[in-house]
């Protein structure tokens, strides 16, 4: 059998940025125990398998080296730009196309900006936010962490660690500037016990820039899914957005995340927010460079 793969870096426009995921653009035919063995051969945090039903419509599933996942951010836009830089989505000269993806979630909608024929930037609705609770195990979360209890939360505020989902659940958790976030260095063995007993994807952890108040770094850490540390999470910075809203702390309707550096993988995720009758919307975007270009046999 062959596929068509790629390998993309999203939440970056150059290549080597960003965060790397596998874009297999059409599954049609792929079993599971395929889509698993392909993402543990391309070994990147994800990779996503895509089957066209419509122009603007696909289903998709996604995979980690060791398991299936609900959703992923990053993926979705490699994705998506793939799919529209390479014909299979129906190119515009200029203005939005809209995407839909059916996921194990449910239907999601993705925006794509095209100007001259080309994808410029992809921008993913994320699933409805959900605040699951707070999270009691504050030692237990920094000793894994590898800090100081004291090094967590915000200054003058009393936010505190929550487990936030739009679409996997993460612990978000505050620590008081960027000095403590690079300082970080974490027990992968710990941080997957703690995870898997609080059944979390893992630690989205984040400092807000003391100068602009809708800008973050983040770090962001899933080991119990085989991703030690990784370069740009969607629908962790999804988390982020909403947590800082509802907390009170954002006060905008967008934020800034920079995400990978530490990785040498400077990543760029733009998350927006918005507030209706059925409650909180929220969305990520950036755009994406295609690395590698090629076909697997098995």
Known sequence: MEINIFQV??????????????????????KDDDMQRIANEMNLSETVFIRQLEDCYFMVRYFTPLCEVDLCGHATIAGIFTLAKKGYIKA?????????????????????????????????????????????????????????????????????????????????????????????????????????????TGVHAFALDKDLEDEAVARNFAPAVGIPEEAATGTSNGALIYYLKSNNILKGERLLVRQGQYMNRPSQIACFISRGDAGFKVKVGGSAAIVLEGIMKF
């Open 9 to 30: 870096d999203a939440f970056t426009n150059t290549p080597f940025g960003g965060n790397p995921a596998g874009v297999v653009t059409n599954s049609k035919g792929l």
């Open 92 to 200: 515009i000269e200029k203005g939005t196309k809209k995407a839909r993806i059916e996921t194990r979630l449910g239907p999601l909608t993705v925006d794509i900006a095209f100007s001259n024929y080309e994808p410029q930037y992809i921008v993913m609705e994320q699933d409805t936010p959900r605040a699951i609770g707070k999270v009691d195990e504050i030692q237990e979360l920094a000793d894994a962490m590898g800090i100081k209890v004291e090094d967590i939360g915000i200054d003058g505020t009393s936010a505190v660690p929550e487990i936030v989902s739009t679409g996997l659940p993460d612990i978000i958790m505050p620590v008081r500037n960027e000095a403590v976030l690079k300082s970080i260095s974490v027990d992968n063995q710990e941080l997957t016990a703690l995870s898997n007993r609080l059944g979390v």
